[in-house]
Structures are given as C-alpha cells and as structure tokens.
C-alpha cells in the first residue's frame, strides 16, 4: 500500500477567505452609518441653529413694535434715545429710537383725518447674539385735535401697568 499525500492549493484556507470578506462588508457599512450620521447631525445643528436666530430676530420685532405702540398710546415720550436697556427678561436688549423733527401734513385721502405726522426709527439691538433690527414709523404728531369721537394718541389714559401685563403674558 502506497501512502497519500494531501496536497493543499494556495488560497483554500478553510474559509478564511468568507471572513475576511464579511468582516470587510462589516467596516464598510459602519463607515457608511458614521458618515450618514454626521451628515443628518450636521443638517439638525443648521436647523436649529436657524430656528434660533430666526426666534431672536421675531423678539427684536416684536419689541420695536411694542416700542412704537407705547409712543402712540402716551405711555413713552415722543422723543429721541440714545441707548436704553429693556428691563427683565429683556434685559440683554438695547434700544434707540430717533425722532425726526420734521413734521409732514398727512392729506384727509390717506388717513380720514387730516392730521400731522412725525416719523421715526427704533433700532433694537442684542449685542450678545450679534441682532439688529430696525422699524421705521410714522405716528400722529402730538397735541393734534381730534376730529373723529374717540381717544387721541396725546389724550388717552392708560394704565401703564395693565399694558405691560398684557405685553408679559
């Protein structure tokens, strides 16, 4: 009886081959997890990142406007500021208005009194988050007679206080 020889090929190793190709199909999919993460995580830091701007943005808005709307109702004088910081939770806030001097008579066509206007800008600005936002107005001037019933800007009587609750809820 002769003996036999086994001889093996060069590359049969069992199976090593298969486990080397799915251990490769393994780190590829894992890089393309981390780098679809990383771009979905990129996309949501851009989103909220432009909420937040865009919210700071609508706050200076709505303060400017608020601003305007006290100078209507008499509450705040008629006149220009240099730099004044809003009061809590606005405090971070800065505001100037800039009242023109000037006055322009407004024709009974375009507001149904004739009347004397003033124009003006309110400039708010939060320093800290880099905002700036700027409302130009134009207001009935003050002490001009009424000629339509009801309260005048210059004559109303509010309470000051009431307003600044309803403005804080």
Do not use: Y
């Not at 240099?82 to 000037?102: G, H, K, L, N, R």
């Not at 206007?117 to 001037?141: D, F, K, S, Y």
Request: some cysteine.
């Amino acid at each position: 009886m002769t003996p036999t020889v086994e001889v093996k090929r060069r590359g049969t190793h069992d199976g090593c081959g298969r486990r080397g190709a799915v251990l490769l199909e393994v780190v590829f999919a894992l890089g393309l997890f981390v780098a679809a993460a990383t771009v979905i995580v990129s996309g949501l830091n851009s989103s909220f990142t432009a909420v937040d701007h865009l919210r700071r943005q609508v706050v200076a808005e709505n303060l400017a406007a608020s601003v305007v709307a006290e100078m209507q109702l008499g509450i705040r004088p008629l006149e220009s500021t240099i730099s004044e910081q809003f009061d809590a939770p606005f405090s971070t806030w800065t505001i100037q208005v800039e009242v023109s001097a000037e006055t322009r008579r407004v024709s009974e066509e375009e507001t149904r009194i004739g009347a004397e206007t003033t124009q003006l800008e309110v400039v708010v600005r939060n320093p800290r988050h880099e905002v700036v936002h700027r409302l130009g107005a134009e207001i009935l001037a003050p002490g001009e007679p009424e000629t339509e019933p009801g309260p005048s800007s210059a004559s109303s009587t509010v309470d000051s206080a009431r307003v600044m609750e309803i403005f804080s809820e």
